[in-house]
């Protein structure tokens, strides 16, 4: 009972986990009930049972699957997510339900799988099944059989796929087990209802009795199609309308038989494989002389290719020897089988047929010929089933050309296979221009002598005009008389289309199943097509609607579309004058028409006027335009001399045009007029506006014809010439579509020959056009003019080059017809090529036999000469028609010959071949093109060249389309051949981009895609990651990975990362051409000017809503062309209200909505709203938004910024960029919103919509850091992972905007929160995102400590740990480098925290610490940057204002950030406990916790008295050392830290008694030691003052002042005294002059009476710290001073820039008394580092000149007074040779070497002699030999060390290095700190000294050029401001933890070697105020260091103490026994 107690109590999914049944039992009951009660689909409860569903089903414990299966079925009826369970879970139903004995459990596991497959989860299911078909368990089989059957009668073929169900059917009738072959057989039953006949073919090698046992159950299924029962969820929809039909008793069954699927058999069968099969004397035996033979070869061949499917493969043999057959063979038997047997090939292979079609249809034809029926019969089978692999459109050219043949057998067979082509067409794969062409050739046909050859072609016509309406087919059968166009619609009433609605009982008898593809026998023609055949390959062709039944009568068309639409009558009747003058008197006054004709001019005038008038108010439908030309034309008509009245008469004929419906009758009246007229210089304006008018409506290219042929038939020249003027501008207004090109150019010829220069010019002016359109093929027609001409002509078309042809602003004008019909037929027309026009040659008979043999020829110089033929042919021919005859297939094998010379000379002709026949190539592509393809993988790169450049010449001419159909293209992706995969990757990856859309053969390639991703050639995988965006653009994503899930796990996984990249960076498709555009501007075609439009035009598509281009297709189409083009017009150019809502967006865009942010957090915690976690946005996230924004967000903002197209999310973004600043509130307001759309455009692919988001987030988070707010967890929470997740763009840009963001946000956000959210980022599968995030961890750990690592830093380091071992080595890097980060920080507790590490990642750890540890630490100035703009939290792309908190910069943020002369990183090796906590001294007056007591009065005279310091000796030193001497320094500490009080008056006080110390010369050393701490305090009082107490208005201006006249006056005190002045460092002397230049700048103080006298203060105060600070220090902070002021890094004004300047300058002229005290190396360094920064060309972008002028003068200077010599002191630059200051000083001192040598040997006499000068080099190496030795030696270490330290301080130059590099490591070390030691004792002397008198410090001058020399060992104590290198603080560190009892792990340090001690001189950094505080510790410790050596370890040569020092060795002795025994 109390287990049963404890497990009642839990959750119900712990329950269900229980490993009590009952507990699991009760689980599911309640779990069960709990399913059935959540209403909300998409609640998150869901979600926590995802991964317990399978166990559901799986449970153990028969009573409880029970249960369990009760609860999942609740689950997956109910569940929104429960789709991603439906593998796992039918797996389990399959293995552990469908076994169980219990049919309880069958059932609910049979119930589980449809209920997944309502849910949209099929294949899932039916993948399941299927493998469970393959488990030994035959319960298991029948199960699943039974559920398919299930599923496919209840959901239907459309969503059950049957194409693997029927491939396992046979093996599944072979089933040992009788239950299982029962099963099978009611599942073939089952799909036999579905598929009918084409079950038969894939079951017909099953047993016979099973096989008659089905065929007996088939007859007793009903013949109604079977209908869905049950529906997926995203078909309730038909859902409600199976109710519906349900309940009427389904008395509409009929109309619901289309429903059914048409399956084609032939998708359900395997390929065989015939080309092995066929006999090997195959191709001896079809060439026999004996017919037996022959006929014996195709008998072979008929049983292969009676295979309903075929084996892809190359056929070209077996095709060309069953041509000869048909076509040679003299024995009509063997005809006929030869034609079956192609029939049967043809019907086998399908598409893959295509490319042999062209070179069969031609002999076939031929061969009807024949007038036997059984050859007939044959060959009209054989030329049906080669027509289903192609295209009409392919075959076109072969039928053409036997129409005319003489033999009207063939003529009436060729009109028949046209007629039973056209029942398998559409309108869409029936275009105009190839209708036209066919129907031309027909209507010849119909007036044949042969009965039959009419009646054929009536039947061809008939069902043409079925097939395409009577609109589309009236214009080619105009000229012919009633009769015959009667019997042409009777024969089109007869015909039974194969896509059309209505079929009679008859039809279907005609289409009665045979085999797929196989042509029934016909009694009268042979016209029945096989439904199954059609059904095949056909069906691809078709794109558009099926086209119901024509209408009768004479304006009848295609009733599909649901609309009238009345005929264009182009020519109607001529009307008699006396009818005319009727008509146009109901339309015009009388007095009008009687005075048209009168004497008087006036009165005629007057008339025409009238006549204007009638025609402008007569409505468009009332205009009798005929009977109104006619009276125009009446008597004098167009002779009126009159010009006024022959210019408004031609003004009405323009009007008539335009208005009426204007006939070619009706412009025949005119026409002869206009042209009289044209020429004519008042009215020839007028006259050519009527034309183009004309044009408009009868169609330019019949206007222009006419027009052409009256200008031509006169002799005026002046007609002639303007006549082709307005031809030349008429085009580029209308488009070159439907121009008689041969006539054209027939008319320019004659113009060109004109003796009339004016006419020569505008027929010159003309073709210029014309080339626009038809390019260079236009001037072959002109070759055989006069050079002179032929020059001219050159010349125009010269200027034409490069240009494009304009859109056309006019179309044809048909008013009663429907305008987009229209519309789309000139566009069809307009595509087709202009280089069909062109007339070409046929040169077929040139292609005799012979050249065939030559090519063929086993010979290669015979193989040449046939080539060299064959190119002269294609020369001489220049354009040439498709018919080659055999040349493709020998050619073919030429691309393959072993002489690669011919291989190339193939690949010439190919591509003289595609320029040569133009479009027309396309048809050879898979014969031919392929090949080349081929070509690509030979191993010579200039093969491999030249086959690209062929491809690419054949792909200009026949689109991409060709070469993607069928899986010619992924066969050749599949040859493993590197050079070919590699370049048809680069190919495609190059072509698919432009293409708009792709067949789906494209996915045949993905398996070898795939495959080269994985490929051994770098090259190819390279490529194949290339090309799979392209893919990605056509196929989309989800089929892609798709397509993935069938590869192995390994491979699998390496795809998918692939896939996931190349989503990332998918281009997008290209726009298809819109057809607003052109539509609009020819709707608008009286607009005012043909420029404007064209502007219009082309500007559309950005301009127009894309509302506009989805516009309804149902709405607006009875409206006429003028509604039309108002509308048009009306879109393009906004009228006032639309300019009115531009005002309107003037707006705030925000409306602030008190509380509405916190009521949106509540709702989505109280779960009424969605909490926004997706990994893709769905649409109801994106409507939810959109609803919450509705109430706080502007109209029109919120209508672009869930605009489908992304133009309007970028003007979104622009407009929230344009009202950040001034609607800050209203943006705070609505922050979550914008977040979260922001999120859902990460989600877009459009890389402008992302660098527009990224630079509105970094300006918004600047602004919100000014403004000081903080995001909330909720905006959050549904932000920052989806920024996280672009973090690993593949676009470095991206990846660094994103970076910026996330440093800004540390200001907005606690950095500590972030730590989770990035550490979330490491489980991305991206491993750019992962090195990202683990680059931002370091930087963060690296500014804010460990404390922000959370939940704790040792969770998240093992997490950070543990992608050491990931495969990419990027992120390994920086794994490796945060943990060396934070190993900085703590050093070897970073290996307790990490956890255990595997022995590879450890090594790999230990060592990138020892190389960190090695490297040195020079940031670059790029790394500086980026860290300041961390720590002070600015970004360099978007500069805001900033608070004047942020003008002056913190200490705090210096201590974090490395300054750009910064070499060591030490500053992470300080103790905690060292550092001065600046957070809370800086922000002590925000904090408000921190109260300092009142201050201790201390007696400091006792301090004050002179120390005596003992004798220094080798001793260990008391550990109470430090006890002792801390009391005065704790004083002064605690005094000093009070100066940086908020309480104005403890800071005074604090400051008084610093002073009074500071004025007692014998109490002034106390201070030593101290003053870069006590500056710290001072310039932090300062920013204190200036950011605090002088904006607080209530605080007495009298106590600031009385604050900085103490801080002024204590500064001036204390650089008044030398020897502390000195102490101050670099970094603190760049902060002080920082601040006092700032508040010499602020204006605040004018305001104070006393504010002119501390300006003058501070200015007196600036000159002394200039004049009294240590030089090298004081002028290097200047240098960074003003390159951080350069770099605009704080909001300073110039006049800041100016005075650092001007300080530089008082320092330039102090240096000639400075140079020799100066330390020039580190000078050097830091203009080094101004000048990577601010190189030259940046220097001179400046507005101002001075800081160049300063630099220039700098450099001159320090040249000037060292000469050459300075070329020595650039020790401290690495890679000088690149530096720009090496080059600028080489030539500096190159000019001032004759004027300042002497100079320069002088001061080298005073600074100190080198080696040069004193030693040879054999001496200095005798002198440091004897040296080495005294220090291996036990008695003379010590004097040894102190001759090798007055060695180094007299040559500062030598080289120790080599003796050195003999040493051993400790011997390194041991001379390291002995030098260290010796200098140490040094500086106690002189301390001593100093101490002593009161002339305070003073150092000779060789003393001083040591010391600010910087020597090569680093001086602990040093008061220089030069800071020690990390390795003596290791060496300090070791030794610290032996004395604590730690052990030192030798493996996880890394000292720095002496050499680098010793021969490098250590660069002085920037020291932060808390590594100084260490310098008091130094001879303390380095004397505990030396003593530790000496107690425990003896160097490897024995050391004695020196002779010379105070102790003697008995002494050292008596010591170290002592210590010895005080040990033990």
């Known amino acids: 009972m109390g287990d049963e107690c404890e497990w009642m109590k839990l959750p119900i999914d712990q329950k269900c986990e229980h490993k009590v049944w009952k507990a699991r039992l009760n689980g599911y009951e309640e779990a069960a009930k709990l399913f059935q009660k959540i209403q909300d689909e998409k609640s998150p409860e869901w979600s926590k049972y995802l991964g317990l569903i399978k166990k559901f089903v799986t449970d153990s414990n028969a009573v409880a699957q029970l249960k369990g299966l009760e609860a999942a079925l609740a689950y997956v009826e109910n569940a929104h997510v429960a789709g991603r369970t439906a593998g796992e879970a039918v797996s389990g139903v399959v293995n552990k339900v469908f076994n169980q004995p219990k049919a309880r459990a069958k059932e609910l596991g049979i119930e589980i799988c449809l209920m997944y497959i309502e849910i949209e989860k099929t294949e899932a299911v039916q993948e399941e099944l299927l493998k469970g078909l393959d488990n030994k368990n035959p319960k298991i089989v029948v199960a699943c059989i039974e559920t398919i059957r299930k ?58 009795v099973q096989l008659k046992e089905l065929e007996e159950e088939w007859v007793k299924l009903p013949t109604t199609a079977p209908r869905q029962i049950r529906f997926l969820r995203s078909q309730q929809d038909l859902k409600s309308k199976f109710e519906q039909h349900q309940a009427a008793g389904g008395d509409e069954e009929d109309d619901e038989e289309d429903e059914a699927p048409v399956v084609d058999a032939y998708e359900l069968l395997e390929p065989v494989e015939i080309l092995l099969k066929l006999p090997k004397d195959f191709y001896d035996k079809i060439e026999a002389k004996k017919w037996q033979e022959r006929k014996e070869a195709l008998e072979a061949l008929e049983v292969l290719v009676k295979n309903p499917k075929l084996e892809s493969g190359d056929y070209a043999d077996v095709v060309r020897a069953l041509k000869k057959v048909i076509g040679k063979d003299a024995n009509i038997l063997l005809v006929a089988l030869g034609a079956k047997c192609l029939a049967g090939l043809a019907a086998g292979l399908r598409k893959k047929f295509q490319s042999y079609a062209t070179h069969v249809v031609p002999t076939l034809l031929e061969k009807f010929k024949e007038k036997k029926p059984q050859v007939v019969q044959a060959l009209q089978e054989a030329i049906d089933a080669v027509f289903l692999t192609t295209t009409l459109q392919n075959l076109s050219e072969d039928v053409l050309a036997v129409m005319d043949n003489k033999n009207p ?41 042969t009965l039959e050859v009419r009646d054929a072609a009536f039947e061809a016509l008939g069902t043409a005009l079925k097939v395409v309406g009577e609109r589309l087919m009236n214009p080619f059968l105009v000229d012919i008389d009633k009769l015959k166009l009667d019997q042409i619609k009777e024969c089109s009433e007869k015909v039974e289309l194969v896509y059309g609605k209505k079929g009679g009982a008859g039809s279907s008898k005609e289409v009665k199943s045979g085999l797929p593809g196989k042509v029934g026998s016909s009694s009268s023609a042979g016209d029945k097509v096989d439904a199954p055949a059609t059904k095949g390959p056909s069906k691809k062709l078709s794109t558009g609607k099926p086209v119901g039944p024509t209408k009768k009568g004479p304006a009848s068309t295609v009733a599909g579309k649901g609309r009238k639409v009345t005929e264009v009558k182009e020519v109607e009747p001529e009307l008699t004058i006396e009818v005319c003058e009727e008509r146009a008197a109901a339309v015009l006054p009388a007095s009008c028409l009687q005075q048209l004709d009168s004497s008087n001019w006036k009165e005629r005038l007057a008339s025409i006027e009238e006549f204007q008038k009638g025609v402008e108010v007569t409505e468009k439908r009332e205009m009798p335009c005929q009977a109104l030309v006619r009276m125009l034309a009446k008597k004098p008509g167009w002779k009126e001399t009159n010009f006024q009245v022959m210019q408004i008469k031609l003004y009405i004929v323009a009007l008539i045009a335009q208005k009426g419906n204007f006939s070619r009758t009706s412009a025949e009246v005119v026409l002869d007029g206009l042209v009289d007229k044209i020429g004519d210089i008042k009215c020839g304006t007028k006259a050519k506006e009527a034309l183009t008018a004309i044009a408009g409506a009868c169609s330019l290219p019949w206007t222009a014809e006419q027009v052409v042929a009256m200008a031509f038939a006169q002799k005026n020249p002046k007609n002639q010439s303007e006549v082709l003027n307005w031809l030349a ?48 093929p236009l001037r072959m027609f002109f070759e055989d003019e006069k050079p002179a001409l032929l020059s001219q002509i050159d010349a125009e078309f010269e200027k034409m080059q490069g240009q494009t042809p304009p859109a056309p602003i006019r179309r044809m004008v048909k008013r009663d017809a429907d305008e987009d019909e229209i519309a789309e037929e000139q566009d069809e027309e307009e595509n087709g090529n202009v280089q069909d026009l062109l007339p070409r040659t046929d040169i077929g008979d040139k292609i005799t036999s012979d050249l065939i043999e030559k090519l063929g020829d086993k010979n290669w110089k015979i193989r040449k000469e046939g080539l060299d033929e064959l190119s002269t042919i294609l020369n001489e021919a220049k354009l040439i028609q498709p018919n080659i005859g055999e040349l493709p297939g020998v050619l073919k094998v030429r691309l393959n010959d072993s002489n690669k010379i011919l291989v190339q000379q193939t690949l010439a002709i190919l591509q003289q071949m595609a320029m040569a026949m133009g479009p027309n190539i396309r048809q050879h592509v898979k014969i031919l093109g392929i090949p080349i393809i081929t070509v690509l993988g030979d191993s010579k790169s200039n093969i491999r060249a030249a086959a690209l450049a062929t491809l690419n010449s054949w792909l200009e001419k026949t689109g991409m389309k060709e070469w993607l159909d069928g899986e010619d293209l992924s066969e050749e992706l599949k040859k493993e051949n590197p050079f070919l995969r590699q370049e048809l990757l680069g190919w495609l990856a190059e072509k698919l981009p432009a293409l708009r859309s792709a067949p789906s053969d494209l996915m045949l390639c993905l398996p070898h895609l795939y495959s080269c991703l994985e490929d051994r050639n770098g090259d190819v995988r390279k490529k194949a990651q290339d090309a799979l965006p392209t893919f990605m653009m056509h196929l989309g994503y989800e089929k892609m990975v798709k397509a993935a899930g069938k590869l192995k796990p390994a491979s699998k996984d390496q795809v998918m990362a692939a896939l996931e990249k190349a989503q990332a960076i998918m281009p997008a498709k290209p726009a298809a051409p819109a057809k607003v555009s052109s539509k609009s501007s020819g709707s608008a075609a009286r607009a005012p000017s043909a420029a404007s439009m064209r502007a219009h035009s082309a500007t559309t598509i950005d301009d127009t809503d894309a509302g506009v281009l989805k516009a309804d297709p149902k709405k607006g189409k009875t409206t006429g062309a003028t509604a039309k083009a108002k509308s048009a017009l009306s879109k393009k150019m906004p009228s006032k209200p639309n300019l009115k809502d531009d005002d309107d967006k003037s707006g705030p865009i925000f409306i602030i909505i008190p509380n509405a942010k916190e009521q949106r957090v509540k709702d989505e915690r109280a779960l009424k709203a969605l909490k926004w976690n997706f990994t893709t946005p769905r649409d109801e996230y994106t409507e939810q938004l959109k609803t919450q924004m509705s109430s706080c967000v502007a109209k029109w903002l919120q209508d672009e910024m869930f605009h489908p197209d992304f133009h309007h999310h970028i003007k979104a973004l622009t407009a929230l960029l344009e009202h950040l600043e001034n609607e800050t509130e209203g943006t705070i307001a609505c922050l979550d919103l914008i977040l979260k759309w922001l999120t859902l455009r990460f989600f877009d692919t459009n890389t402008t919509v992302l660098m527009k988001v990224l630079e509105y987030l970094k300006l918004t988070f600047t602004v919100l850091s000014k403004e000081d707010y903080h995001l909330t967890d909720n905006e959050a929470s549904s932000f920052i992972p989806y920024l996280i997740n672009k973090v690993g763009e593949p676009k470095d840009l991206i990846r660094k905007d994103v970076r910026s963001i996330l440093n800004t946000m540390c200001k907005v956000y606690p950095a500590s929160k972030m730590f989770n959210f990035i550490m979330d980022g490491l489980k991305s599968k991206n491993s750019k995102q992962r090195v990202e995030c683990l680059e931002e961890l370091g930087a963060l750990i690296e500014v804010y400590d460990l404390n922000v690592c959370q939940p704790t830093p040792a969770k998240a380091l093992k997490e950070i740990a543990s992608q050491i071992g990931d495969r990419d080595t990027s992120v390994r890097n920086a794994a490796l480098n945060t943990v060396v980060t934070v190993y900085n920080i703590c050093g070897d507790q970073v290996f307790k925290l990490i956890g255990n590490l595997s022995e590879k990642e450890m090594s790999m750890l230990e060592e990138r610490i020892k190389r960190s540890a090695k490297k040195s630490s020079t940031v670059s100035t790029k790394q500086v940057e980026e ?68 201050l201790v009065q201390h007696k400091l005279d006792e301090l004050y008295e002179p120390v005596c310091i003992p004798e220094p000796k080798n001793r260990s030193v008391s550990p109470h050392y430090d006890e002792i001497h801390g009391s005065t320094d704790s004083t002064i500490n605690f005094v000093v830290s009070q100066v940086a009080s908020s309480d104005i008056n403890t800071s005074i006080q604090a400051l008084a008694q610093i002073d009074e110390v500071l004025r007692q010369e014998d109490k002034v050393d106390a201070m030593s030691g101290h003053i870069d701490q006590f500056l710290i305090a001072t310039f932090m009082q300062l920013r204190l003052i200036y950011n605090t107490h002088m904006a607080d208005e209530k605080q007495n201006k009298t106590d600031i002042v009385r604050l900085y006249s103490c801080i002024i006056g204590n500064m001036i005190t204390l650089f008044q005294i030398e020897t502390l002045t000195k102490e101050a460092s670099m970094g603190v002397l760049k902060d002080l002059m920082h601040g006092l230049i700032l508040l010499m700048l602020d204006s605040r103080l004018e305001d104070l009476d006393a504010g002119p006298q501390i300006i003058r203060s501070v200015n007196l105060l600036m000159v002394k710290v200039l004049e009294r600070s240590d030089p090298t220090n004081i002028l290097s902070s200047l240098i960074v001073l003003l390159q951080d002021s350069l770099l605009a890094t704080t909001n300073n004004s110039p006049k800041f820039s100016e005075l650092v300047l001007k300080c530089m300058w008082r320092m330039i002229r102090l240096l000639s ?47 000037k007074l060292l000469g050459a010599k300075i070329m020595d002191h650039l020790t401290l630059i690495e890679n000088k040779n690149e530096s720009e200051l090496e080059a600028y000083l080489r030539r500096v001192t190159k000019q001032s070497m004759p004027l300042s040598g002497g100079k320069n040997d002088s001061e080298t006499e005073k600074g100190g002699s080198t080696i040069e000068d004193k030693e040879s080099k054999a001496k200095i190496s005798e002198t440091l030999a004897e040296i080495f030795k005294k220090i291996g030696s036990k008695e003379n270490t010590k004097e040894g060390l102190a001759e090798l330290y007055e060695y180094r301080k007299k040559y500062s130059d030598a080289d120790i290095e080599p003796f050195l590099r003999k040493s051993s490591q400790f011997f390194q070390n041991y001379i390291e700190r002995g030098l260290r030691l010796v200098e140490n004792e040094e500086r106690e002397v002189k301390g001593r000294i100093s101490s002593s008198s009161s002339a305070g410090f003073s150092s000779a001058p ?89 107690e425990s370890h003896h160097p490897p040569m024995q050391t004695t103490s020196n002779t010379t020092s105070a102790t003697n060795l008995d002494d050292l002795k008596k010591r170290l026994e002592r210590i010895k025994s005080s040990r033990k």
Request: glycine fraction near 4%.
């Open 1427 to 1494: 860290k300041t703009q961390r720590s002070q939290g600015l970004n360099p792309n978007a500069i805001v204002s900033r608070k004047g908190c942020e003008e002056v910069p913190s200490k705090l943020n210096q201590a974090r950030s490395n300054n750009t002369h910064s070499t060591s990183e030490s500053t992470h090796t300080i103790p905690r406990e060292f550092q001065l906590d600046l957070d809370e001294i800086e922000n002590g007056n925000n904090a408000g916790g921190c109260e300092l007591p009142d």
């Open 729 to 776: 501008s008429a085009i580029k207004e209308f488009g070159f579509a439907g121009l008689n090109v041969k006539a054209f150019i027939s008319n320019v010829k004659t113009a060109l020959a004109a003796t009339n220069p004016a006419v020569r010019t505008s027929a010159v002016t003309l073709l210029g056009v014309m080339y626009l359109y038809m390019g260079a």
């Open 1902 to 1990: 060789d003393e001083l050029s040591y010391v600010a020399s910087s020597t090569s060992i680093p001086s602990a104590g040093s008061t220089n401001g030069e800071e020690v290198g990390p390795a003596v603080y290791l060496e300090r560190l070791k030794v610290l933890r032996q004395r604590c009892g730690f052990e030192n792990n030798s493996k996880h340090e890394e000292r720095q070697p002496v050499t680098s001690l010793l021969s490098k001189p250590t660069v002085p950094t920037v020291a932060s105020s808390s590594e100084l505080l260490h310098n008091k510790l130094t001879h303390l410790r380095d004397s505990r260091e030396y003593n530790q050596d000496q």
């Open 409 to 449: 057998s063939i003529k009436q067979q060729a009109s028949l296979f046209l007629a039973r082509s056209f029942r398998c067409c559409t309108p869409s794969t029936l275009p105009k221009g190839l209708l036209k062409s066919l129907c031309a050739a027909l209507l010849k046909q119909i007036n044949d002598s």
């Open 1713 to 1759: 008394s400075n140079v020799n005290i100066i330390n020039v190396d580190r000078i050097l360094l830091d203009i080094h580092n101004f000048m990577r920064v601010f190189p030259k060309e940046r220097l001179k972008q400046m507005k101002n000149d001075l800081p160049m002028r300063t630099q220039k003068t700098l450099l001159h200077t320090l040249c």
């Open 151 to 208: 599923a496919l009668g209840e959901f239907g073929s459309k969503i059950v796929q049957l194409k693997p169900i029927v491939k396992v059917l046979p093996k599944l009738f072979e089933s040992r087990e009788k239950a299982v072959r029962d099963e099978a057989k009611l599942l073939a039953v089952e799909v036999y209802k579905w598929i009918r006949d084409a079950l038969r073919p894939p079951l017909q090698n099953i047993n016979s």
